[in-house]
Every structure is written in structure tokens, then in C-alpha cells.
């Protein structure tokens, strides 16, 4: 089992920049695909980006591509979203999720097992 925590959530003026950080228990995190999602009011959770389990293949959403980074670090049981040029249309809860050597596709929630509780990210115009 793996539990996810995520931080690193807040408020911040468009333009700015946020990272969040999702941290893994567990000793097999370095065996894990791991994904951001978010979820905005009134709509359907989305994928945001992911990362495989062996760190070599990325993913990411046609809307944050250019400005959002997935990275993980493996000692340290965590993975990061490190969000540059924030949107108003980016605020949402922003959740991460974890499977065990999950393959392509990257980008289906339904496909990950383990989720964290979100962090909020609110961005102002």
C-alpha cells in the first residue's frame, strides 16, 4: 500500500509560480507511476501530468505543457509539479495519484490506484 500526501498548495497572483510536492510512504516508490490530477468546481477531474516509475517517460496535459514540470525524486519518496505562469483557469484541487509500474497510457485516473486527499491551488487574476 501506498499513502500520498500532497503540500505545497496556496494562493498566488497569475503570472506567479507554485510547486507542489507529493510525498510517498512505502519502500517501493522508485515502482510506482506517478500522476498529478486536478479538479476545478463543477468539473470532472483531469489529468495534469505524470511520470513513469523509472523516470524516463513524461506526460502532460496540452494545458500546462510549456509551463508545468513533473519530477520525482526517489530518496526521498516524492514527487514534485512545479507550476510556472499560472492561469486563473488553473485553480483547482490538485491530486496525486500513484500505480504500481503503471505503462502508457499515463493519463487515465481510473488507472491509479493510490490518491491522496488534494491540495488547493488558487490563482488570481
Known amino acids: 500500500q501506498v499513502q500520498l500526501v500532497e503540500s505545497g498548495g496556496g494562493l498566488v497572483q497569475g503570472g506567479g509560480s507554485l510547486r507542489l510536492s507529493c510525498a510517498a510512504s512505502?519502500?517501493?516508490?522508485?515502482?510506482?507511476?506517478m500522476g498529478w490530477f486536478r479538479q476545478a468546481p463543477g468539473k470532472e477531474r483531469e489529468f495534469v501530468a505524470a511520470i513513469s516509475w523509472s523516470g524516463g517517460t513524461t506526460d502532460y496535459a496540452d494545458s500546462v505543457k510549456g509551463r508545468f514540470t513533473i519530477s520525482r525524486d526517489n530518496a526521498k519518496n516524492t514527487v514534485y509539479l512545479q507550476m510556472n505562469s499560472l492561469k486563473p483557469e488553473d485553480t483547482a484541487v490538485y491530486y496525486c495519484?500513484?500505480?504500481?509500474?503503471?505503462?502508457?497510457?499515463?493519463?487515465?485516473?481510473?488507472?491509479?490506484?493510490?490518491w491522496g486527499q488534494g491540495t488547493q491551488v488558487t490563482v488570481s487574476s
Open positions: 495519484a500513484a500505480d504500481y509500474k503503471l505503462k502508457r497510457p499515463l493519463n487515465i485516473a481510473t488507472l491509479y490506484d493510490h
Open positions: 512505502g519502500r517501493t516508490f522508485s515502482s510506482y507511476t
